[in-house]
């Protein structure tokens, strides 16, 4: 007689969106994972279809209240791209600015709200704030200096509105900016004892041999630009995307699968960025990593809230090197007009590489658009972790398996609203 | 003494917009010695609204089975939201009755707390409120105004 075991996740918590797991065990063995997002198709790139190239960075900012800035910045390089400009100088460094707001918002968000509860035996991050306020109220503080960039910058915390094709519609005054400065130095000891504290987690013993993916840029650790490397020896310019990834429909999500053409499933998000820039990371970054016991490369996914960790220290030291150095622009954009042409363009969003893809007509009005989240470039990683996580954690009972599950997902941050275009657990043990 | 009134949800959700709605009557009718805010999304942006003040009130959409526009008030002060009204329904991870535990954990929710839901019929795209969501604004602002023992200017 078969055996089999069925562990079952309904709804995800401490994810953002809708989605799924689902595991069968079977004869003692873990026989199918499955990543099922469920959250229901948004059709943004069908609607950004007629709109002009001007509306992208407005429209696409609306896929995520947590990672907006992403869409923005893809959208307008794309555009640019298209449209034959290159945005340099002021500008270019304030988009970086605006950038580190956003990589400090999300990271500490997950840090603290959504995945250091997992390490600590608690359900909730009420239940952390209880037993441990001060460092709820430190991981608080610190997401704030991330929503002071994105809210002058961006012109409010959520969805920002200030970024257009070109630059941005107003450039914050230098008293502005010197504000901003200061309240940023004060955030620099709690970023340096945020990764200090998740250091000493507990992390299960699970590494696995990961294609990474990311941007890298000679001179930067990445947000906006560079060429888009692996581990695995792939090294292409944004353009040449499609020839090297492909999308797929698998029935159980809502969202696509993206895989390397050549090698199948990949990896992008801190622990890729980290792997392929480590020597670009600020000194006081990487001294951080060094501290906490990190190698050049991590392939630990539970220790991603350690590399998220630094990487909040590297945004808030980049932000700050960025303000000290700010030249105004003089003006808030460069014009950009329309002509018909192909954008391909990749920024680092925080959970990962964002792909944009736009075709515009002579009017400047799009004609394609395609979007590749970051999540959905993970999701088919995320399913073979799980299968060999579980593998040896079959003898656990169905509550602490599917803990542990959760958990694993959380390690990459999905943004599932993002990439449906997410979660429950389901664990089937026959 | 100072109040802070914050409507909660988004504008371009239909009646998601009922908090917002509801703080944009209040300040186009007046109401002095409070502050008004909106929330859109992230609540835990609401903790930063709630310190120093020494009342809030919420104002947010909600689905809990009833008619829509009807409205429940709901004191918050001293007890957590009970479960059922406690529901994840929030896309940005961290929902309104966890903002209200955590602020009140590490001691920043004010002495008084007032949740007001508004039963909401539609979350579907595009501005505007359903009927009878439009139609228990004005019932729910006398309501506020008492809360506040605030009347409109003469």
Same mark, same amino acid.
């Given at each position: 007689?078969?055996?089999?075991?069925?562990?079952?996740?309904?709804?995800?918590?401490?994810?953002?969106?809708?989605?799924?797991?689902?595991?069968?065990?079977?004869?003692?063995?873990?026989?199918?994972?499955k990543?099922?997002?469920f959250?229901?198709?948004?059709?943004?790139e069908?609607f950004?279809?007629?709109?002009?190239?001007?509306?992208?960075?407005?429209?696409?900012?609306?896929?995520c209240?947590?990672?907006p800035v992403?869409?923005?910045?893809?959208?307008?390089?794309?555009?640019?791209?298209?449209?034959?400009?290159?945005?340099?100088?002021?500008?270019?460094?304030?988009?970086?600015?605006?950038?580190?707001?956003?990589w400090i918002e999300?990271?500490v968000?997950?840090?603290?709200?959504?995945?250091?509860?997992?390490f600590?035996?608690?359900?909730?991050?009420?239940e952390?704030?209880?037993?441990h306020?001060?460092?709820?109220?430190?991981?608080?503080?610190l997401?704030?200096?991330?929503?002071?960039?994105v809210?002058?910058?961006?012109?409010?915390?959520?969805?920002?509105?200030?970024v257009?094709v070109?630059?941005?519609?107003?450039?914050?005054?230098?008293?502005e900016?010197?504000?901003?400065?200061?309240?940023?130095?004060a955030?620099?000891?709690?970023?340096?004892?945020?990764?200090?504290?998740v250091?000493?987690?507990e992390?299960?013993?699970?590494?696995?041999?990961?294609?990474f993916?990311?941007?890298?840029?000679?001179t930067e650790?990445?947000?906006?630009?560079?060429?888009?490397v692996s581990?695995?020896?792939?090294?292409?310019?944004?353009?040449?995307?499609?020839?090297?990834?492909?999308?797929?429909?698998?029935?159980?999500?809502?969202?696509l699968?993206?895989?390397l053409?050549?090698?199948?499933?990949?990896?992008?998000?801190?622990?890729?960025?980290?792997?392929?820039?480590?020597?670009?990371l600020?000194?006081?970054?990487r001294?951080?990593a060094?501290?906490?016991?990190?190698?050049?490369?991590?392939?630990?996914?539970?220790?991603?809230?350690?590399?998220?960790?630094v990487?909040?220290v590297?945004?808030?030291e980049?932000?700050?090197?960025?303000l000290?150095?700010?030249?105004r622009?003089?003006?808030?954009?460069?014009e950009?007009?329309?002509?018909?042409?192909?954008?391909?363009?990749a920024?680092e969003?925080?959970?990962?590489?964002?792909?944009?893809t736009?075709?515009?007509d002579?009017?400047g009005?799009i004609t394609?658009?395609q979007?590749?989240?970051p999540?959905?470039?993970?999701?088919?990683?995320?399913?073979?972790?799980?299968?060999?996580?579980?593998?040896?954690?079959?003898?656990?009972?169905?509550?602490?398996?599917?803990?542990?599950?959760?958990?694993a997902v959380?390690?990459?941050?999905?943004?599932?609203?993002c990439?449906t275009?997410?979660?429950?657990?389901?664990?089937?043990?026959? | 003494?100072?109040t802070?009134?914050?409507?909660?949800?988004?504008?371009?959700?239909?009646?998601?917009g009922?908090g917002p709605?509801l703080?944009?009557r209040?300040?186009?009718a007046?109401?002095?010695?409070v502050?008004?805010?909106v929330?859109?999304?992230?609540?835990l942006?609401?903790?930063?609204?709630?310190d120093?003040?020494s009342?809030a009130?919420?104002?947010?959409?909600?689905?809990a089975?009833?008619?829509? #526009?009807a +409205?429940?008030?709901l004191d918050?002060?001293?007890?957590?939201?009970?479960? =059922?009204?406690? @529901?994840?329904a929030?896309? /940005?991870?961290i929902?309104?009755?966890?903002?209200i535990?955590?602020?009140?954990t590490?001691?920043r929710?004010p002495?008084?707390?007032?949740?007001?839901?508004?039963e909401?019929?539609?979350?579907?795209?595009?501005?505007?409120?359903? #009927?009878? +969501?439009q139609?228990?604004?004005?019932?729910?602002?006398r309501?506020?105004? =008492?809360?506040? @023992?605030?009347?409109?200017? /003469?």
């Amino acid at each position: 007689m078969v055996e089999q075991r069925t562990i079952k996740v309904d709804y995800m918590a401490r994810v953002e969106g809708e989605g799924a797991l689902d595991i069968l065990i079977e004869d003692q063995a873990v026989k199918d994972v499955k990543l099922r997002i469920f959250e229901p198709p948004r059709f943004f790139e069908a609607f950004l279809r007629g709109r002009g190239f001007m509306e992208a960075p407005d429209i696409t900012a609306r896929i995520c209240g947590i990672c907006p800035v992403a869409y923005q910045m893809s959208a307008v390089h794309a555009m640019e791209g298209a449209c034959g400009v290159k945005v340099d100088g002021p500008l270019r460094a304030l988009r970086r600015l605006l950038y580190c707001g956003e990589w400090i918002e999300s990271h500490v968000l997950h840090i603290y709200m959504l995945h250091a509860p997992d390490f600590l035996g608690k359900h909730s991050v009420v239940e952390l704030a209880a037993q441990h306020p001060e460092i709820v109220r430190r991981g608080l503080r610190l997401k704030k200096a991330g929503n002071e960039i994105v809210a002058l910058l961006g012109g409010r915390e959520i969805h920002p509105i200030n970024v257009r094709v070109g630059g941005f519609y107003r450039i914050p005054t230098p008293g502005e900016f010197a504000t901003l400065a200061e309240k940023l130095k004060a955030a620099r000891d709690d970023a340096l004892a945020t990764v200090a504290w998740v250091k000493g987690f507990e992390f299960p013993d699970f590494e696995q041999d990961y294609e990474f993916v990311s941007l890298s840029h000679p001179t930067e650790y990445p947000f906006n630009e560079g060429r888009i490397v692996s581990s695995r020896g792939l090294n292409i310019d944004a353009r040449d995307y499609h020839d090297h990834f492909a999308e797929e429909h698998v029935p159980h999500s809502t969202a696509l699968h993206c895989r390397l053409k050549a090698r199948g499933h990949y990896k992008v998000g801190p622990l890729a960025r980290y792997a392929l820039n480590y020597d670009l990371l600020a000194p006081r970054a990487r001294q951080a990593a060094q501290d906490a016991g990190l190698g050049r490369v991590c392939r630990n996914p539970f220790q991603s809230i350690v590399v998220r960790a630094v990487e909040t220290v590297h945004a808030l030291e980049e932000a700050l090197r960025i303000l000290e150095r700010a030249e105004r622009p003089e003006k808030p954009f460069v014009e950009v007009r329309p002509r018909a042409g192909r954008g391909l363009a990749a920024t680092e969003a925080p959970r990962g590489m964002l792909h944009h893809t736009y075709e515009l007509d002579e009017q400047g009005r799009i004609t394609f658009a395609q979007i590749i989240p970051p999540t959905s470039q993970n999701q088919a990683t995320i399913e073979a972790d799980l299968r060999r996580f579980i593998a040896p954690r079959l003898h656990l009972p169905d509550d602490q398996l599917r803990w542990q599950c959760e958990q694993a997902v959380r390690n990459y941050d999905p943004c599932i609203s993002c990439s449906t275009h997410f979660l429950k657990l389901n664990v089937e043990r026959r | 003494m100072s109040t802070v009134i914050v409507g909660i949800g988004n504008r371009d959700r239909a009646d998601d917009g009922a908090g917002p709605a509801l703080v944009d009557r209040l300040a186009a009718a007046g109401l002095a010695g409070v502050t008004l805010a909106v929330a859109p999304g992230d609540m835990l942006s609401v903790l930063d609204l709630l310190d120093g003040a020494s009342m809030a009130i919420l104002v947010d959409a909600m689905k809990a089975g009833l008619e829509a #526009g009807a +409205v429940r008030r709901l004191d918050v002060s001293s007890s957590p939201l009970k479960g =059922e009204l406690n @529901a994840f329904a929030s896309t /940005h991870l961290i929902g309104l009755g966890d903002a209200i535990e955590l602020a009140r954990t590490l001691g920043r929710l004010p002495p008084r707390v007032i949740l007001y839901g508004v039963e909401a019929r539609d979350f579907t795209q595009g501005r505007g409120l359903s #009927g009878p +969501v439009q139609a228990a604004l004005p019932e729910l602002e006398r309501q506020i105004r =008492e809360d506040c @023992a605030c009347t409109k200017p /003469h």
